[in-house]
């Protein structure tokens, strides 16, 4: 089973601040990683597939970038509705989430 | 548009079986796979496994292989999961998903929460 990541488990930022979240797969995934949103008492939502698409009405403040075992989801200007923790997820095999990213007001 | 629609909330003693379903619409039933998924309070997500609508496929994580079943009615577009043998770290929201293959997980149920408890 391929693990996945994340780093880091939590951060703390400010509206405005540029964010980062790292993903790392055990192994090469190519670029089949996703990364979802998820808020409280909420379903996950779609925000990046293949790497680097963003997905249908999600903002273009996020963005995501990386091929192979290294990967990173960006918010460029944090808005308020964007606290909230954030999943990658590899689909190259058997798919399987990262621990987690909770993005914090600082 | 499309909606998937889970059952409601379960309570289940130890060593019960839940049987959740799935209710798609908006879309070509048999042409998406749907996934599970489960979150225990406070904690990540956890791939269980999948099934085809169209086939009746499955394939399951292996930490739930003897213990779950996904099956499907195409007359109403519905997925079903039942696990067996409910221990209390069973409890969980249940998630379903449709997976687009180039996508990923594009539409999610609303969740259904097992609570296994004496």
């Known amino acids: 089973d391929i693990q996945m990541t994340q780093s880091p488990s939590s951060l703390s930022a400010s509206v405005g601040d540029r964010v980062t979240i790292t993903c790392r797969a055990s192994?090469?995934?190519?670029?089949?990683l996703n990364w979802y949103q998820q808020k409280p008492g909420k379903a996950p939502k779609l925000l990046i597939y293949?790497?680097?698409s963003l997905q249908s009405g999600v903002p273009s403040r996020f963005s995501g970038s990386g091929s192979g075992a290294d990967f990173t989801l960006t918010i460029s200007s944090l808005q308020p509705e964007d606290f909230a923790i954030y999943y990658c997820?590899?689909?190259?095999?058997?798919?399987?989430f990262g621990g987690g990213t909770k993005v914090e007001i600082k | 548009q499309v909606q998937v629609v889970q059952s409601g909330a379960e309570v289940k003693k130890p060593g019960a079986s839940v049987k959740v379903s799935c209710k798609a619409s908006?879309?070509?039933?048999?042409?998406?796979?749907l996934h599970w998924v489960r979150q225990a309070p406070g904690q990540g997500l956890e791939w269980m496994g999948w099934?085809?609508?169209?086939?009746?496929?499955?394939e399951f994580a292996q930490k739930f292989l003897g213990r779950v079943t996904m099956t499907r009615d195409t007359s109403i577009s519905t997925v079903y999961m039942e696990l067996t043998r409910l221990r209390s770290d069973d409890t969980a929201v249940y998630f379903c998903?449709?997976?687009?293959?180039?996508?990923?997980?594009?539409?999610w149920g609303q969740g259904t929460l097992v609570t296994v408890s004496s």
């Open positions: 998903a449709r997976a687009n293959l180039l996508v990923g997980f594009d539409y």
């Open positions: 908006g879309y070509a039933f048999t042409g998406y796979y």
């Open positions: 099934i085809n609508p169209n086939s009746g496929v499955t």
């Open positions: 192994q090469s995934i190519s670029s089949y």
């Open positions: 293949g790497a680097s």
């Open positions: 997820q590899q689909t190259y095999s058997t798919p399987s």
